[in-house]
């Protein structure tokens, strides 16, 4: 018995090993062979040859580059594009504006139609040497002639002469590609498209962009990984922001036949936008021939420190070799080590207090924009003890669908609050209504002097106090406020107790009239010009419309005006912060300094807001002041949204955020805890207009298509459109914005 039980067992061990294995080069290592764990670090040069060393130690973040596959652009002789992929929805703006309809599925193939005569989409076309177009279309109503154009050039003509799906290829006209990025435009009526392949070479084996992605199984029990699969010819292309301190890490293996004549090459290729050059500049990471080293696959880490805080294209290549040889290029991730956090005993606070300043500007606080000229010395305390994020966008351009999100955690056109007639939707949860839910006890308080942000425009509320001044027809100033907040809370001693406050203060709002002692800070000289405080709303309408030109010292006294009120604003807020000290309870609030958005004074040919998205109106200050949680004071650059201070006030409070919330608790970022995945910082204009921003760069969209893109670091003041010298950030910028569409749709 026990030598059948041995025999068995003999029998049976290479099977399982085989099963383990998800290869015979598996067993080549474990028994010798090599080991899997080595890791290759290519320091960036011009060229880099691979070196190993010790790789950094973890644990660490990481953000998947092929979870999904949809970002990835394919080439196989050439790029594929196929419209009915889910990744083609990538390449333009949903909405219409673009002129494709929804995908159909037929019984073999996905498909989108043409909508109207047009629909168009952005590509990246990185060669020039393209002599044709395949393209497999039908016609609704056969003939049709089908257009071509690349930036509105047209470069080749089809005729489409069946209603059943054919693959066409027509010469391309030549010299009409000179740049890597484009927008394709296709013209004709009643067409539907399945796929399109800028041709470098004949049509390789039917393969299409599914064919490019697979998941590789690490043995029977491993984990299966997204890995791309390039045969000879191929090129995955990669596009990133890569972060401080990051690593892109990746394996690789060949497979290939033992007797081939011309081994399969293979390279990788980061390029770089150079800025002082005027340029793009290559890198080359690897750049190998397939051997047995390869087969048995290869663990790769590359620091891309080099490359921090830049749009960078990655771009993996294959060339020679036979036809059933192959690279799989497996689990390709950006990586970052985790830092351990500043604060892990952080004391959370007992109280809240949201300072809200309407219409304050980011430029206008003198800590947050050295050399302004401004004088806001209680900000600048707050900025110099506090956590400041430099680059927070409110996601709207004026106050009530902007305070609506910071007050659900929504976006206004989830919640149902951009308009002035709207009314919540079913399932918004206000800030209020989410504590009192949670901690009863808690006192919860709104002091405002903003009439949009009341009941009479749908804004709910679960509060113990609650004013509304110009609702009330009362005094509003930034003193009435803390009047009516300090003297109820003084008599009853209200502040003994946990509390959260929102404080709406419209002082920096029209009309500007600041006492004559803030005035004179920024325009000491007599006055007797038309401009009016009285009448500084209409006025700056009319300098909108263009009905009224102002000369300098009209002007100058009008800045005066605002800049005064914001002098005033921070008094009040100083004087906020004295009375929480006198209560003895400031050690122990969260006070967060915040605002719905700034004013334009004709920074972009107009004045006021409500009207665009540019920085003056939608890049707004936040600060968090609450030296015993947060005893460091810091700088925090990513792009963030002003309705995430909905859930960081929850959790600070130890209340869990409700589900089905848009935003993401910035705690983790005040805590010292940055992730790596981040979504774009958006903003709207009505029911119109969008802003992205994400890295340094933001995007502007007007009707559904592109219409500025900036450098929000190198040019906070949005003056230099990089539509045109920054096509490769375009494309990048684009492809993000139509996945936020994608994962922000709502019925």
């Not at 193939?109 to 629909?119: C, M, P, T």
């Not at 390279?267 to 005027?278: M, N, P």
């Not at 051997?291 to 663990?299: E, F």
């Not at 921003?693 to 230099?720: C, I, K, Q, W």
Request: net charge negative.
């Amino acid at each position: 018995m026990k030598k059948i039980a041995a025999f068995l067992l003999m029998l049976l061990l290479p099977v399982a090993l085989l099963l383990l294995a998800d290869s015979y080069e598996y067993l080549y290592e474990l028994f010798g062979g090599g080991s899997r764990e080595t890791l290759q670090l290519q320091e960036a040069e011009r060229f880099i040859s691979p070196r190993n060393i010790v790789a950094p130690q973890g644990p660490f973040d990481e953000v998947k580059l092929l979870e999904p596959d949809w970002s990835a652009d394919v080439s196989l002789g050439g790029p594929v594009y196929e419209p009915g992929d889910p990744s083609f929805a990538l390449h333009f703006l949903s909405g219409g504006a673009y002129g494709w309809s929804e995908i159909y599925k037929g019984r073999k193939l996905s498909y989108r139609r043409i909508s109207g005569w047009q629909a168009s989409f952005m590509a990246y076309l990185p060669d020039a040497q393209y002599d044709s177009l395949e393209i497999k279309a039908a016609a609704g109503e056969a003939p049709q002639k089908l257009r071509v154009l690349l930036d509105e050039t047209e470069i080749c003509s089809i005729v489409i002469d069946s209603n059943d799906f054919k693959t066409y290829r027509v010469p391309i006209k030549p010299g009409t590609l000179k740049y890597a990025y484009y927008n394709v435009t296709l013209e004709g009526r009643g067409i539907a498209v399945s796929a399109m392949r800028f041709a470098l070479t004949p049509a390789p084996e039917k393969r299409g962009r599914s064919d490019f992605f697979a998941r590789i199984k690490d043995g029977f029990f491993g984990p299966a990984r997204k890995s791309a699969i390039l045969r000879p010819g191929d090129r995955l292309t990669l596009q990133i922001d890569v972060p401080e301190e990051s690593y892109l890490a990746f394996e690789y293996r060949c497979e290939f036949d033992g007797g081939q004549i011309q081994p399969l090459h293979f390279s990788l290729r980061a390029t770089q936008y150079d800025v002082s050059a005027g340029k793009f500049l290559d890198y080359y990471y690897l750049a190998e021939d397939a051997d047995a080293a390869c087969r048995r696959g290869r663990k790769s880490l590359i620091d891309l420190q080099a490359h921090a805080g830049q749009t960078l294209r990655l771009e993996f290549e294959t060339s020679g070799g036979q036809q059933d040889e192959r690279l799989l290029i497996i689990d390709p991730r950006i990586i970052k080590k985790q830092k351990p956090e500043l604060w892990p005993e952080f004391l959370k606070p007992r109280n809240v207090v949201v300072w809200l300043s309407d219409t304050l500007r980011y430029d206008r606080i003198n800590a947050l924009a050295p050399g302004n000229g401004m004088i806001t010395p209680n900000y600048d305390l707050a900025a110099e003890r506090g956590i400041v994020f430099t680059r927070a966008y409110a996601q709207a351009s004026w106050s009530k669908p902007s305070q609506a999100a910071m007050l659900t955690g929504r976006y206004p056109q989830h919640s149902n609050m951009l308009e002035p007639d709207d009314r919540p939707t079913r399932g918004t949860v206000f800030m209020s209504e989410a504590i009192k839910r949670k901690r009863p006890k808690m006192t919860t308080a709104e002091y405002s002097a903003n009439g949009y942000v009341s009941s009479a425009f749908g804004f709910r509320y679960d509060l113990d106090y609650q004013r509304n001044m110009i609702r009330e027809r009362r005094a509003n100033r930034g003193e009435d406020l803390l009047a009516a907040w300090f003297g109820v809370w003084e008599k009853e001693r209200v502040y003994t107790s946990p509390f959260m406050v929102w404080l709406g203060s419209t002082d920096v709002h029209v009309a500007y009239n600041p006492e004559r002692e803030f005035l004179n800070l920024y325009d000491p000289e007599p006055y007797s010009g038309p401009i009016n405080p009285f009448n500084t709303a209409y006025l700056m309408a009319d300098i909108s419309r263009g009905r009224v030109t102002l000369p300098e010292r009209d002007w100058r006294h009008l800045l005066a005006l605002y800049n005064g009120e914001v002098s005033y604003n921070d008094r009040q807020f100083g004087l906020m912060l004295e009375r929480l000290d006198q209560w003895g309870v400031l050690d122990e609030t969260a006070v967060f300094i915040v605002s719905d958005h700034g004013e334009e004074f004709l920074d972009h040919g107009a004045a006021g807001h409500g009207h665009s998205l540019y920085s003056e109106i939608v890049h707004v200050p936040l600060i968090v002041l609450y030296p015993r949680g947060f005893p460091e004071a810091r700088r925090i650059d990513r792009p963030v949204e002003m309705m995430s201070i909905y859930p960081t006030i929850l959790e600070m409070l130890d209340i869990k955020p409700p589900a089905g919330i848009d935003a993401e608790s910035l705690l983790p970022l005040l805590t010292g805890q940055e992730k790596l995945s981040a979504g774009p910082a958006a903003s709207f204009n009505r029911k119109k207009d969008a802003s992205f921003a994400l890295g340094r760069h933001r995007l502007m969209l007007e009707n559904g298509r592109p219409s500025r893109l900036f450098d929000e670091v190198s040019d906070p003041a949005d003056r230099y459109d990089l539509r045109e010298s920054r096509k490769d950030v375009l494309y990048f910028m684009l492809k993000n914005a139509a996945l936020w569409m994608i994962e922000n749709r709502r019925n």
